[in-house]
């Protein structure tokens, strides 16, 4: 079944609630997607910028269905485009896909039903409108709209930078009359303005939502075993959740996937050196089955819309605050309670550094990527909200969030001065007295005066300042270091061994003419407040069985479909089945997520379920 198309010269707003009722099932608009769709679907340019989980699609879609013509949407997220389109029929939305996976009888079949006006939706990777036939296809039907999705991949300096992006300025200019609508999540001011610019969005309407997502605990933990910490985690919070785990490396993406293995939990791993085939298996079985963690380099993950994945984790420190937030913003998108959790100690600062005095390009480039990795580790040590510092960075003022770390036991902040001078004389005489520079570990043993073999082969127990750091544990001297290099009063020497060096701020410090603050650990690192929700577990007693009924036979026909089961319904939607029992299809059909379609495909079921149970 199709749905039946609006175009009935009602006014845009009366079509658009029309559709998000009829077609989607939902009975209101989430915060300015109604204005959004308005915007567009009476011609008007938009560029909005909306956090993960906002409802950017609707944006896009309702005005494909409420104009005339086919909505044509520019995505990069080939891999994804079958669950797209997958997830649009079975709301009985008429969309297809061309993309280099396709075999060109296929590839004909969709190019047919888009000129006989037979599509609502046409998705398009962006390098197929390289090729001149693309154009020319698409002068030969009436287009809609045009969709420009994950628009940041057209920012340079961006971390999903696509070239195929930059030319899309071309629409703009073979198609001046046709709306565009580009959308990101990506937020701040710098990437807006360049998608603005490169698009040649002069003309746009700009809608800016808020970027908090108060669903999602943002945490951030001193590292010390980070597989441990990691299996710490799911037991105690996310045992049979679904979750992503961010690693910096192949080999430790491949090393921690097979840790968890071994710890008898479901993990896959993703990156870009594995085969394609095994990448799309891997990614597949995440999106479809249930309770698999996925650990993966920042390769996975752009528009993965599960909804229901309970947790992001990061092993290693991420390299920019923009990335950070897009990566955590993939948990929790049902609104429903999820944890971001990041692991950062100063083996992550020293190799970052490090990563970025070593780097191609020139100073300019340089300086932006140190620029990135200052923020990230003023997130990192920072005694107030995370939330309202994460949110700041993206130009929005707010309170206290109250589900953070730091709100919810939080650190203490004070003059760490004294040990910082300890540390810095320590790097200076070695440098001054015997032209030597050493890592952290050195440093440490020197100031704990441990005779280690290293020490007594360098005579370093010689030193004036060997032993008088004894005061400290090793763990609160390596923060100590972690935060002197957060804090630029102390960087990594650019002779490839990560050895430690003063900078100018340095002398500031050692003169006592600069105080330095640092961030003291909370004795209990924090709790969640309250466990992650399962499921169905806080439903009444009847309800919840239904619900897990609800399930179970969702299960089979997403298997029977070959579609995740979020196609089929959301668990918010089964939630509130299972809660409110209708009895009949008209009943059934003011469940929020039943649209026309699925009423019309499952209604019958449901209501025999329902009065089984
Ligand atoms: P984004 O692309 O911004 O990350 P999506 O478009 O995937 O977000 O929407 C996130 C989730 O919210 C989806 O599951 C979608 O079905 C749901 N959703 C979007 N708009 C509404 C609405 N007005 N009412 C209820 N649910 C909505
Ligand atoms: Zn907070």
Not at 61 to 78: A, D, H, M, N, Y
Not at 389 to 401: K, M, N
Not at 516 to 521: A, H, M
Not at 566 to 579: G, N, S
Request: charged share 25%; aromatic share 6%.
């Amino acid at each position: 079944m199709t749905v039946s198309p609006v175009r009935t010269g009602l006014p845009a707003r009366t079509a658009a609630a029309e559709v998000l009722h009829r077609v989607f099932g939902y009975d209101e608009f989430r915060g300015n997607q109604s204005e959004i769709i308005e915007h567009v679907s009476s011609g008007g340019d938009a560029l909005v910028l909306m956090p993960t989980g906002g409802g950017k699609s609707l944006c896009y879609q309702i005005p494909s269905l409420v104009r005339e013509g086919t909505g044509i949407v520019i995505s990069p997220l080939i891999a994804l485009m079958q669950d797209q389109v997958d997830a649009l029929s079975a709301v009985g939305v008429r969309a297809a896909f061309l993309n280099s996976t396709q075999a060109a009888d296929v590839k004909a079949d969709v190019e047919r039903a888009y000129l006989a006006g037979e599509l609502d939706l046409l998705y398009l990777a962006p390098e197929r409108l390289r090729v001149p036939s693309t154009a020319t296809l698409l002068d030969r039907g009436k287009i809609a709209l045009f969709a420009i999705d994950e628009a940041h991949c057209v920012s340079q300096w961006g971390h999903d930078f696509r070239p195929d992006y930059l030319q899309l300025s071309m629409l703009h200019e073979r198609w001046p009359t046709v709306p565009r609508i580009a959308l990101t999540a990506t937020a701040t001011e710098q990437t807006h303005a360049e998608i603005a610019t490169r698009l040649q969005l002069g003309e746009a309407r700009h809608f800016v939502a808020s970027f908090d997502r108060p669903n999602i605990q943002y945490r951030i933990a001193g590292k010390n075993s980070p597989q441990q910490q990691l299996l710490q985690l799911v037991r105690s919070e996310h045992d049979g959740d679904a979750g992503i785990v961010y690693c910096l490396s192949r080999a430790s993406v491949e090393k921690t996937a097979e840790f968890l293995v071994s710890n008898g939990i479901p993990a896959l791993p993703y990156h870009a050196g594995l085969p394609a085939t095994v990448r799309a298996a891997n990614q597949s079985r995440f999106l479809r089955d249930d309770g698999i963690i996925m650990v993966a380099t920042i390769a996975f993950g752009m528009g993965i819309d599960k909804p229901d994945v309970r947790f992001v984790a990061h092993l290693d420190l991420p390299k920019s605050v923009e990335g950070y937030y897009q990566e955590t913003g993939r948990a929790g998108r049902d609104g429903l309670p999820s944890t971001a959790w990041l692991a950062y100690g100063l083996q992550d600062v020293v190799q970052q550094r490090r990563m970025i005095a070593d780097s191609e390009g020139d100073d300019a480039h340089r300086r932006k990527l140190s620029a990135h990795l200052d923020a990230m580790l003023a997130l990192c040590e920072t005694v107030e909200c995370r939330r309202m510092q994460l949110l700041a960075y993206f130009g929005e003022t707010s309170t206290p969030c109250g589900n953070c770390d730091t709100c919810l036991s939080p650190p203490e902040s004070i003059d760490g001065t004294i040990p910082a001078q300890k540390l810095l004389s320590t790097v200076v005489r070695l440098q001054r007295e015997r032209n030597q520079k050493f890592g952290a570990g050195q440093l440490i043993d020197i100031l704990l005066g441990k005779r280690t073999p290293r020490v007594e082969q360098n005579r370093h127990e010689e030193l004036s300042t060997f032993g008088i750091g004894t005061d400290l544990t090793e763990p609160e001297w390596r923060s100590v270091v972690r935060q002197l290099l957060a804090q630029g009063l102390l960087t990594v020497n650019s002779d490839g061994f990560g050895t430690l060096v003063i900078t100018e701020a340095s002398s500031q410090v050692l003169s006592g003419a600069r105080k330095v603050s640092l961030r003291k650990e909370p004795e209990r690192q924090a709790k969640r407040s309250s466990r992650t929700i399962k499921a169905g577990a806080d439903l009444a007693p009847e309800a919840a069985s239904l619900f897990e009924t609800l399930r179970t036979w969702r299960g089979a026909e997403a298997k029977e479909l070959g579609v995740p089961a979020y196609v089929i319904f959301h668990d918010a939607t089964l939630r509130e089945i299972a809660t409110a029992r209708p009895t009949t299809l008209a009943g059934l059909g003011t469940m929020s997520g039943v649209g026309e379609s699925k009423l019309e495909k499952y209604g019958q079921k449901i209501l025999e379920a329902i009065a089984a149970a």
